[in-house]
Nanobody, 124 residues
Framework: QLRLVESGGGLVQPGGSLVLSCSASNLRLQDTIISWFRQAPGKGREVVACTRITDGRTDYYGSVKGRFATSRDNAQSMAYLHMNNLKPEDTAVYYC?????????????????WGKGTLVTVSS
């Protein structure tokens, strides 16, 4: 059974850093789009990063450009979201989402598999 599990969330001060992990069970990352979404309190779910299958490059969205980066370990079926210079507005539940043989999309409806999320709180 395919399963995604996020970890690494927590409380961090503004300007700090966190690394989120996404463990993918029974999934070949080489064939899979992995995207990171977040949902802030009272807001909709928004994409922050998507790593393409075709060339392995990552698209970043919105205010995270230049501050967030992704990486992955295909052998271990792990994906990571490196978050730097965190701001209070980055506070949200962060999700990893997967779509086998898919394409990057800003729409959460395009992703079949989801983790349960990990909470990131940026506050002094």
């Amino acid at each position: 059974q395919l399963r995604l599990v996020e970890s690494g969330g927590g409380l961090v001060q503004p300007g700090g850093s966190l690394v989120l992990s996404c463990s993918a069970s029974n999934l070949r990352l080489q064939d899979t789009i992995i995207s990171w979404f977040r949902q802030a309190p009272g807001k909709g779910r928004e994409v922050v990063a998507c790593t393409r299958i075709t060339d392995g490059r990552t698209d970043y969205y919105g205010s995270v450009k230049g501050r967030f980066a992704t990486s992955r370990d295909n052998a271990q079926s792990m994906a990571y979201l490196h978050m730097n210079n965190l701001k209070p507005e980055d506070t949200a539940v962060y999700y990893c989402a997967a779509e086998v043989y898919g394409s990057c999309s800003e729409s959460s409806e395009e992703y079949e598999f989801w983790g349960k999320g990990t909470l990131v709180t940026v506050s002094s």
